[in-house]
């Protein structure tokens, strides 16, 4: 059964204090590692897709980094807009048209 | 272009009752997704379609059916309502094949009563 686990649950930062999170999979087969940013009372948005082990994809202040079990998502210097939650989900070879979530880690930006 | 709509917004059941989750698309995707969020959890996929006329079931279907009525709709039903489906439903779509991110729609807030 493939499994997606983030850590941590929720995460406190201060403005311009830079942090990452984690995303740790159990999958034979990994398709594809996707990352989307939640805000309250809306729907997922999508940020990145990772195929690879050793793959990097940014934007703005955010990076997307992955390895054979893990991806982080590192946030550098955050503002208070960043705050959201931050969904992984992966897609694998043998159910290439499902994806499967983790829980998620909700972001708090202080300024 | 405005990407993936649902209605209702919100929606109060009483136990039993049934009612149908409309969902459409104008990005001409292929594919397209249910998932119920619960509080504190990630999305739960519950029937995705890969294309025009096939349904599939994800991992949490009992209780609901779906319909994929054209390219651009995919309907979920709620037959006979239930506290447990207390949730917000998510409809999303994507173009499938290699290209696999999805976009979703705004929600509806379902509370059963």
């Known amino acids: 059964e493939d499994q997606v686990t983030q850590s941590p649950e929720a995460l406190r930062l201060q403005e311009g204090e830079s942090s990452s999170l984690n995303c740790s999979y159990t999958?034979?087969?990994?398709?594809?590692l996707f990352w989307y940013r939640q805000d309250p009372g809306k729907g997922p948005e999508f940020l990145f897709t990772l195929y690879s082990a050793g793959e990097e994809k940014e934007k703005e202040r955010l990076k997307a980094t992955l390895t054979k079990k893990e991806s982080f998502l590192h946030i550098t210097a955050p503002k208070p807009e960043d705050s959201a939650t931050y969904l992984c989900a992966v897609r694998t070879n043998h159910n290439a048209g499902k994806s499967t979530f983790g829980d998620g880690t909700t972001l708090t930006v202080k300024p | 272009n405005a990407g993936v709509t649902q209605t209702p917004k919100f929606q109060v059941l009483k136990t039993g009752q049934s009612m149908t989750l409309q969902c459409a698309q104008d990005m001409n995707h292929n594919s397209m997704y249910w998932y119920r969020q619960d509080p504190g959890m990630g999305l739960r996929l519950i029937y995705y379609s890969a294309s025009e006329g096939t349904t599939d079931k994800g991992e949490v279907p009992n209780g609901y059916n779906v319909s994929r009525l054209n390219k651009r709709e995919f309907s979920l039903r709620l037959e006979s309502a239930a506290p447990s489906q207390t949730s917000v439903y998510f409809c999303?779509?994507?173009?499938?094949?290699?290209?696999?991110?999805?976009?979703f729609g705004p929600g509806t807030r379902l509370l059963v009563l």
């Open positions: 999958v034979s087969g990994l398709r594809g």
């Open positions: 999303a779509s994507s173009y499938g094949g290699k290209e696999e991110t999805q976009y």
